[in-house]
């Protein structure tokens, strides 16, 4: 019999306190797309990076084609045909596509700089990520969609046979996943084995032949995909039954929001009024002026004209404390950047809304509230951390953006704007952050919702309102909405 491609052997790995991984074992296949699922913080990234030479394991080992390998750095990974996407887009913008795929690995071509090979080498690879581009176009005016093939022509420069994404998508528009998807193929039928992380289980099921199942550390489950339906791959993630929380009916109270022919940078012409006991959705495309919209609401951007009222009164003149003070919470979209405060622990991070109203007043922080707020965030947004005094940067992905919402649980807004909140997030998580939201429109408050999933906002919210090149498109009742009618505002279809 020969061996598995690679062997994971009672890998452990421990950051302080926390147990990453935990004895994890299990084989990956020569040539399989082998998906690897689980919920936030269930060690995923945590055995890639060992996979990749970034950390390395307190025990256990790695077999390769029946060897055992040690992989102290990138490079050494790299050197034995493993390479790998990472999440967040790690391209330089004013390099160009070549300049940026052999940045730091010029070296590979003995010695010297050869611009005919790297040249060549870099249509060839843009070939196969389908990307149809000059090798000499800078990075910096791709869209996010043709970074990510850079990104992942980087990854496959030196023709990897282990190709590691850890959630590729999570930035991408259906159009990118089915372009992402048809490169993954090719790779797949030139024999490359593919590690695929990815919250988004019709991913899963659409592209693996077998899945691993991590909880808490620990190896779970490790079979074909063909074998477990989309509920069960669920039931092992999260070893709990899951609560799917959907829209209600209830009676709209009085109006919270009202914009009226609002304008600001990537926007014009906005109409449109949020009621007590309403979750309102807004949906369209990467770039339809969504994040642009919702961050002018909240102050983050002035508007060039047009009124937003809340409650009654004008607040397109208010600073964001004042809006903060007034009702009104966002959730961003950009939480790596304008989301939290990675110098400071968690337990600060969730106080961050109170303490910026108070910045005239009272500057004295109540420490046990804010102990308090951290302890309820972790505990109803189930954070998986070592304590309120954990550092923001040792938490995993989606444990942070579970704090960003976290913050807005004590403020308790009388409007909650969240901009594609559930992005990275695992399935279990995802629910409950779907039952705040329906919570707090069950209390007589609002939601303004931006998201990319149509199933989501489908199930959440009471109206949707559909955006596209800065303009609004159309409004649906979220009970005769569908995906169809909401993509054809989205994209300006033609009928037919
Ligand atoms: N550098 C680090 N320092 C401290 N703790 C860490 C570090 N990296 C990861 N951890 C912890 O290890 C655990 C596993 O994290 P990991 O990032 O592997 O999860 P994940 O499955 O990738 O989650 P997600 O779906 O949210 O990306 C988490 O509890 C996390 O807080
Ligand atoms: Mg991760």
């Not at 998906?35 to 390769?64: C, F, Q, W, Y």
């Not at 046979?161 to 998807?181: K, M, Q, W």
């Given at each position: 019999m020969t061996p598995p491609l690679i062997a994971l052997e009672a890998i452990t790995k421990s950051f302080g306190a926390t147990r990453a991984l935990d004895h994890v074992s299990?084989?990956?296949?020569?040539?399989?797309?082998?998906?690897?699922?689980?919920?936030?913080?269930?060690?995923?990234?945590?055995?890639?990076?060992?996979?990749?030479?970034?950390?390395?394991?307190?025990?256990?080992?790695?077999?390769?084609?029946?060897?055992?390998?040690?992989?102290?750095?990138?490079?050494?990974?790299?050197?034995?045909?493993i390479d790998i996407v990472f999440q967040e887009v790690v391209l330089c913008p004013n390099l160009s596509i070549l300049e940026n795929l052999f940045l730091g690995r010029e070296k590979v071509w003995k010695g010297s700089m050869q611009f005919p090979q790297m040249r060549r080498r870099t249509q060839e690879v843009l070939q196969t990520v389908g990307l149809h581009s000059s090798p000499d176009r800078l990075v910096g005016g791709l869209s996010v969609a043709q970074k990510q093939m850079v990104q992942i022509g980087r990854a496959i420069l030196n023709e990897p046979?282990?190709?590691?994404?850890?959630?590729?998508?999570?930035?991408?528009?259906?159009?990118?996943?089915?372009?992402?998807?048809v490169i993954l193929r090719r790779l797949h039928n030139q024999d490359v084995t593919i590690l695929y992380i990815s919250h988004k289980l019709e991913e899963v099921f659409a592209i693996a032949d077998r899945a691993t199942v991590l909880r808490d550390g620990r190896h779970v489950w490790t079979g074909p995909v063909k074998e477990v339906s989309p509920d069960r791959l669920v039931e092992l993630m999260v070893g709990r039954e899951l609560d799917l929380s959907h829209r209600v009916e209830g009676k709209p109270g009085e109006v919270l929001l009202e914009v009226s022919d609002l304008w600001g940078e990537g926007f014009e012409r906005i109409s449109f009024t949020v009621r007590a006991g309403e979750v309102v959705g807004l949906a369209g495309l990467v770039g339809a002026g969504r994040t642009e919209l919702v961050e002018t609401l909240f102050g983050v951007r002035p508007p060039k004209q047009g009124e937003i009222r809340f409650q009654g009164r004008p607040i397109q003149g208010m600073s964001i404390p004042g809006r903060i003070k007034a009702g009104l919470g966002l959730v961003p979209e950009d939480r790596q950047f304008s989301g939290l405060v990675f110098a400071l622990p968690l337990r600060e991070n969730v106080s961050l809304p109170e303490v910026a109203t108070r910045r005239l007043g009272r500057l004295r922080i109540n420490r046990r509230r804010e102990h308090k707020a951290a302890r309820d965030a972790i505990k109803t947004m189930r954070i998986v951390a070592s304590g309120v005094e954990a550092e923001i940067l040792s938490l995993s992905g989606g444990n942070q953006q579970k704090a960003v919402i976290g913050k807005w649980l004590s403020p308790r807004p009388k409007l909650l704007i969240l901009d594609d909140p559930t992005r990275g997030i695992d399935v279990g998580a995802k629910a409950e952050i779907h039952q705040f939201i329906r919570g707090i429109a069950a209390e007589g408050r609002g939601v303004l919702m931006v998201s990319s999933e149509l199933p989501e906002l489908l199930a959440l919210c009471d109206r949707i309102l559909v955006m596209r090149e800065g303009i609004l498109t159309g409004e649906m009742a979220g009970e005769s909405a569908t995906e169809e009618a909401i993509m054809r505002l989205a994209v300006g279809a033609k009928r037919g």
């Open positions: 299990f084989a990956i296949g020569r040539g399989s797309v082998h998906a690897i699922v689980g919920e936030n913080g269930a060690g995923k990234s945590t055995l890639m990076k060992i996979l990749m030479g970034i950390h390395a394991p307190d025990s256990g080992r790695i077999v390769l084609d029946g060897q055992p390998v040690t992989l102290p750095s990138p490079q050494a990974a790299r050197g034995l045909g046979r282990v190709l590691i994404l850890d959630e590729p998508t999570s930035a991408l528009t259906r159009d990118g996943v089915d372009a992402l998807f």
